[in-house]
């Protein structure tokens, strides 16, 4: 997101509250954009009837005799709800937020520029499917139909009357399939596996040796907790789950590089807004999903529950919608429900008539950074000086002139570096010489001799994504179910999937790179050409499964499968297990002899708010002898289930004691950009080291001439949270509640971070205390670093009955509308933050039932709406 916007401040805070002031003015412009939602509307380019009904918490489900209509409607309908975030977001992918914001957003855009987004969506949108052409130009005639319709400022939205005041020259340009397309790259972007490990790996490098750094990114724990195919390998070019295991060829780890670089390259990659991931540098990227045969369920079919894990947004990064045939055959096959992007047609997650599929982040390492030996205009490659791809980009700013920047490529991509120059004086951890990767004689060069880094990622590759989408949406069948997920080339996604017929299937997508050398862990030599990529894992050979006997598949980011099993390698930096055992072991529990689940039983799984390391960090903590108000506050911590309930005293002392924890034990230790955010790896990392009371780590290394010890430390933590919460929530400990603290502001994407009260007024709602943590599976994270506040979280939740569509459930973080004070602007949130959902439905007479509105759209040209005064 945008820095907080500091050129509005200087303008917008006399303007807003004058204008708040003028009651009626404000009244006026807040309705003026609020959409028709029922009657009549003719949309051009329609060439039958469509018919939009919404419920009372506006969720629109369409009905279209094509599919351009049906995708045309959709278009129309998201542009009615969101049109200003789906203009904020193609001015992000673009690399244009400067042209709606100013120069505070130009660091942003520049770095968007030149890992060219839209550049590589410009060159996808041609290898697509007819079909799927079609479908994206329906889209944007929708789109472009409800512009032409609504004209001016106050008819889009409040958001573009508020900007009138700092921009009033902005005018939105015609939607293109391509805005569509670029939008895609933003979510690869935000679930882009490893790349902040690797630079974190990188960054402590600078300040401690190897052995230290790998301690603070372990193994996975294979013997505690279960992979998600814990059966077969690659057999005669497949992937056979009945296969005999095929251990994967052993990689050594690369070697630290050199610092400055690449400092300013971990700038440049937090600098780039966050649409859809975690803020805090990739630990809270992550999904649970699950899917459990009719086998283990009342109802005698499968069951499927999803809940990704995202960035908290307003409005929600998801939009729910029904989009249906009203005759469903080849040349229109869709009656699809379920969770869409606004900005882009289809349905993303959800369900059809036949089949449903949910997704979590499978976390492969699909980008590398390869550090870079830069002369002039030249890169070194094997002892070759070879000239680097320049062009420039032109970057439109509001309120100034035009800024160029000079955009440098070598084979393996961008050089995202360029954009942060200085950068590296102002980190910690920078270094004026490091080990030199090419192996020289001396070991050691000027920092100055490896000052570039480039990205490789597989999303600067076109692809075919979009072509995805429709097939999921159309799919019918476990083998069409596959065939379209071959096409999701990029965000590598764990896909569960169940059909009516009483099948599940796990698969395993995405374009991942075969490495010539190293295992994608650290950031590498380019120079050398010894660190190539060789191609991708074949589709074929990547984890599936079908029917296994146990009847349930369980993703939760961890680790898909053993490389004792498995030949190919995907990554070494999986979240860690903690949630997908939890889930596992309610499962287990709930279904042992002879149990059955119910859409009931998965929703409350999805609430469970059981702290995964509670285990065993408070056994070490009750151990020790303690004085004063500390020793009265830890005994909240006797006989804690780890249940973290917005009411809990003691998930609100544990959680403050596991945050001083972290930043007394590690902070000393490491630079900014390695420090750690919370998360399971951290779970990990301190498991270890609890039965290691003099490790290094224990030590602080601001207390010269003592040598700090495990317990030390504990006792540390345990004051220094109850300093903390005595001072912001009272002495009484009893009375501390874990959601006082941990709690949700919904913060509109561009102008809720504006620093004046007035604008957040207007567009942020909350808080809304929330139960859960971390690594929950109820995952609502937040930063230690930072403070308790909720940054990622579940984005939504939906739990599938194969056998009843009407018995579904789901809800989203906030709304259907994205129009400040709609009724569904937010009305979803408290549902969501108490662990409510509501009906799912799907069919076309519960449809028309649970209608509180219904919108005709006809074919004919729109009226135009004239321009607010």
């Given at each position: 997101?945008?820095?907080?916007?500091?050129?509005?401040?200087?303008?917008?805070?006399?303007?807003?509250?004058?204008?708040?002031?003028?009651?009626?003015?404000?009244?006026?412009?807040?309705?003026?954009?609020?959409?028709?939602?029922?009657?009549?509307?003719?949309?051009?380019?329609?060439?039958?009837?469509?018919?939009?009904?919404?419920?009372?918490?506006?969720?629109?489900?369409?009905?279209?005799?094509?599919?351009?209509?049906?995708?045309?409607?959709?278009?129309y309908v998201h542009a009615q709800d969101r049109f200003f975030e789906m203009d904020f977001r193609r001015?992000?992918?673009?690399?244009?937020?400067?042209?709606?914001?100013g120069a505070a957003t130009l660091t942003e855009d520049k770095v968007i520029r030149t890992m060219g987004w839209r550049r590589v969506a410009e060159e996808e949108l041609p290898l697509l499917a007819e079909k799927t052409r079609h479908y994206l130009d329906a889209y944007a005639k929708g789109v472009n139909s409800w512009m032409d319709r609504n004209r001016g400022a106050a008819a889009r939205s409040l958001e573009y009357a508020v900007m009138q005041?700092?921009?009033?020259?902005?005018?939105?340009?015609?939607?293109?399939?391509?805005?569509s397309l670029a939008w895609l790259k933003a979510m690869a972007w935000d679930l882009r596996s490893n790349m902040s490990d690797e630079i974190g790996r990188a960054l402590a490098?600078?300040?401690?040796?190897?052995?230290?750094?790998?301690?603070?990114?372990?193994?996975?724990?294979?013997?505690?907790?279960?992979?998600?195919?814990?059966?077969?390998?690659?057999?005669?070019?497949?992937?056979?789950?009945?296969?005999?295991?095929?251990?994967?060829?052993?990689?050594?780890?690369?070697?630290?590089?050199?610092?400055?670089?690449?400092?300013?390259?971990?700038?440049?990659?937090?600098?780039?807004?966050?649409?859809?991931?975690?803020?805090?540098?990739?630990?809270?990227?992550?999904?649970?999903?699950?899917?459990?045969?009719?086998?283990?369920?009342?109802?005698?079919?499968?069951?499927?529950?999803?809940?990704?894990?995202?960035?908290?947004a307003l409005p929600s990064v998801w939009y729910q919608a029904g989009l249906h045939c009203r005759k469903k055959s080849a040349a229109c096959p869709f009656d699809v429900t379920g969770f869409t992007f606004s900005g882009v047609p289809g349905v993303v997650i959800g369900r059809n008539d036949r089949i449903a599929w949910g997704f979590t982040n499978l976390g492969p390492d699909v980008a590398d950074l390869y550090m870079e030996k830069v002369k002039d205009d030249s890169y070194l490659l094997m002892g070759q000086w070879k000239p680097l791809a320049v062009r420039t980009e032109t970057i439109e700013v509001a309120g100034g002139g035009p800024v160029r920047l000079r955009v440098r490529d070598t084979m393996h991509g961008p050089i995202i570096s360029d954009v942060m120059e200085g950068v590296r004086k102002a980190l910690p951890g920078a270094i004026e010489t490091a080990e030199d990767l090419s192996g020289d004689a001396t070991g050691n060069i000027p920092e100055e001799a490896a000052d570039a880094v480039a990205l490789k990622w597989t999303a600067l590759e076109p692809g075919r994504s979009a072509d995805a989408i429709f097939a999921l949406d159309a799919a019918q069948n476990w083998q069409e179910f596959r065939t379209a997920a071959a096409s999701f080339d990029v965000p590598s996604q764990n896909l569960v999937y169940a059909d009516v017929d009483g099948n599940i299937?796990?698969?395993?997508?995405?374009?991942?790179?075969?490495?010539?050398?190293?295992?994608?862990?650290?950031?590498?030599?380019?120079?050398?050409?010894?660190?190539?990529?060789?191609?991708?894992?074949?589709?074929d050979e990547l984890p599936s499964l079908y029917n296994p006997p146990e009847g349930y598949i369980v993703t939760a980011n961890n680790a898909v499968a053993d490389p004792e099993r498995y030949p190919h390698l995907l990554t070494r930096d999986w979240a860690y297990g903690y949630r997908s055992q939890r889930i596992l072991d309610l499962l287990r529990d709930a279904l042992k002899d002879g149990g059955k689940v119910d859409v009931e039983a998965m929703s409350g799984l999805q609430q469970d708010s059981r702290n995964g390391f509670a285990g065993f960090l408070v056994p070490r903590l009750m151990e020790l002898d303690l004085a004063g108000p500390a020793k009265d506050a830890r005994e909240l911590l006797r006989g804690w289930d780890g249940s973290q309930g917005l009411e809990s005293a003691p998930a609100m002392y544990f959680n403050a004691v596991w945050r001083h924890l972290l930043i007394e034990t590690f902070n000393d230790d490491l630079p900014e950009g390695a420090r750690p955010g919370g998360g399971d790896r951290w779970f990990e990392v301190v498991r270890v080291m609890l039965d290691r009371e003099a490790d290094p780590f224990w030590d602080d290394a601001g207390t010269a001439g003592r040598a700090e010890t495990r317990d030390d430390m504990l006792r540390r933590a345990l004051a220094l949270a109850y300093d903390e919460l005595s001072a912001r929530l009272g002495p009484d400990v009893a009375a501390w509640r874990w959601g006082d603290l941990h709690s949700l502001t919904l913060t509109h994407q561009s102008l809720g971070t504006s620093g004046?009260?007035?604008?957040?007024?207007?567009?942020?709602?909350?808080?809304?205390?929330?139960?859960?943590?971390?690594?929950?599976?109820?995952?609502?994270?937040w930063d230690v670093q930072e403070d308790y506040a909720v940054g990622w979280l579940p984005s939504m939740r939906m739990v599938v009955d194969l056998a009843d569509p009407d018995r579904s459930r789901w809800v989203n973080l906030t709304g259907a509308s994205g129009h400040a004070f709609h009724d569904n602007y937010a009305d979803q949130a408290p549902l969501w933050a108490s662990g409510q959902t509501t009906p799912m439905l799907s069919r076309e007479e519960s449809v028309r039932k649970a209608a509180a509105n219904t919108l005709t759209l006809l074919p004919g040209a729109a009226p135009v709406q004239a321009p607010a005064p």
């Open positions: 997101m945008p820095r907080p916007l500091t050129w509005l401040a200087r303008v917008l805070t006399v303007l807003v509250v004058l204008g708040l002031a003028l009651g009626g003015v404000v009244v006026w412009n807040v309705r003026a954009s609020f959409p028709q939602l029922a009657g009549e509307l003719k949309v051009d380019g329609l060439v039958g009837k469509v018919t939009v009904y919404r419920d009372k918490t506006g969720i629109p489900h369409i009905y279209a005799d094509s599919p351009e209509d049906l995708f045309l409607a959709q278009g001015h992000v992918t673009a690399g244009r937020l400067s042209e709606m914001f005041l700092t921009n009033s020259g902005y005018e939105p340009e015609p939607w293109t399939p391509v805005d490098a600078t300040r401690l040796p190897r052995g230290r750094v790998e301690q603070l990114w372990p193994g996975y724990p294979f013997a505690e907790h279960q992979p998600i195919v814990t059966r077969g390998s690659v057999a005669r070019g497949r992937f056979d789950q009945d296969g005999e295991p095929r251990s994967s060829v052993t990689r050594q780890p690369d070697a630290p590089p050199a610092a400055g670089a690449l400092a300013r390259a971990a700038a440049a990659v937090r600098a780039v807004p966050s649409l859809m991931g975690d803020p805090a540098g990739g630990s809270g990227i992550g999904s649970n999903s699950w899917v459990v045969s009719g086998e283990h369920t009342v109802s005698g079919k499968p069951l499927l529950a999803n809940d990704p894990h995202l960035s908290a299937g796990y698969q395993a997508p995405g374009r991942i790179p075969v490495r010539a050398k190293g295992d994608g862990t650290w950031p590498v030599p380019g120079w050398s050409g010894e660190y190539a990529w060789q191609g991708t894992i074949p589709f004046i009260g007035p604008v957040e007024w207007l567009f942020n709602r909350g808080p809304f205390p929330v139960s859960g943590n971390d690594d929950a599976v109820n995952a609502a994270g």
